[in-house]
């Protein structure tokens, strides 16, 4: 119940493109979800983050898109650049993000030229 | 460049060495973490530190053995570790722990165990 999954494992994108990562959940006690973008030999850092009461949220060309009633919630990278190649993930946290992130797989995104 | 530093970046050590990792924030953050991640897996958890005091160790072997200094500071004691403990070794920091705030990582230091 305290799993977070993430798909795609990895995703090849064309510049330009629309990149889509998404991610579902089961514990329904979750009500923080942030997505950390970590390039390699760096730290995450936080892209862009949700709450359950909102269904979208965007930021520049990222927007995180919540499905309350179906438990799953997406990042789109909108005109991905390849300096949007890195791993994403996705992560829940219960009590407002004032618990402990539980973290999604990772998704390894490619933009190629 | 990172808010959150961490040295060594890069540590290479014996199964029976003595060292210790170091984290430091001057954001005024009163929550520092510990982390561990393996090559293409997620962040793990270790430890929470809330205003100086460990609040979180999440069933972390006694090889490792963290202490919180300051507020600023944040350190990671390790001995006679295995093979496995090889791994990314990651600090965040956040506001305090009882609040909604971004967890800000630093880069992390890359050990390696002989």
């Known amino acids: 119940q305290q799993q977070v999954k993430q798909s795609p494992q990895s995703l090849i994108v064309q510049k330009g493109g629309i990149s889509i990562i998404n991610c579902a959940y089961e514990?329904?006690?979750?009500?923080?979800f942030p997505w950390y973008q970590q390039f390699p030999g760096k730290g995450p850092a936080l892209l862009i983050a949700i709450r359950p009461d909102v269904s979208e949220k965007k930021e520049g060309r990222f927007t995180i898109s919540f499905n309350k009633s179906a438990k799953q919630f997406s990042l789109h990278i909108m005109d991905s650049q390849p300096g949007d190649s890195a791993t994403y993930f996705c992560a829940a946290s219960k009590n407002f993000g004032n618990e402990k992130l539980t973290f999604g797989t990772g998704t390894r995104l490619t933009i190629i030229p | 460049d990172t808010e959150v530093t961490q040295t060594p970046k890069h540590l290479v050590m014996g199964m029976t060495n003595k060292k210790s990792l170091k984290c430091e924030q001057h954001m005024g953050h009163r929550a520092m973490y510990w982390y561990k991640q393996k090559a293409k897996k997620p962040p793990e958890l270790m430890f929470v530190y809330s205003y100086e005091k460990l609040s979180i160790n999440e069933s972390v072997p006694s090889r490792f053995s963290p202490e919180c200094p300051n507020s600023s500071l944040l350190n990671l004691h390790l001995h006679a570790l295995q093979p496995e403990d090889s791994a990314l070794y990651l600090c965040?920091?956040?506001?305090?722990?009882?609040?909604?705030?971004?967890?800000?990582f630093g880069d992390g230091t890359r050990l390696s165990i002989l």
């Open positions: 965040a920091s956040s506001r305090d722990y009882y609040s909604n705030q971004p967890q800000h």
């Open positions: 514990n329904t006690a979750f009500d923080y």
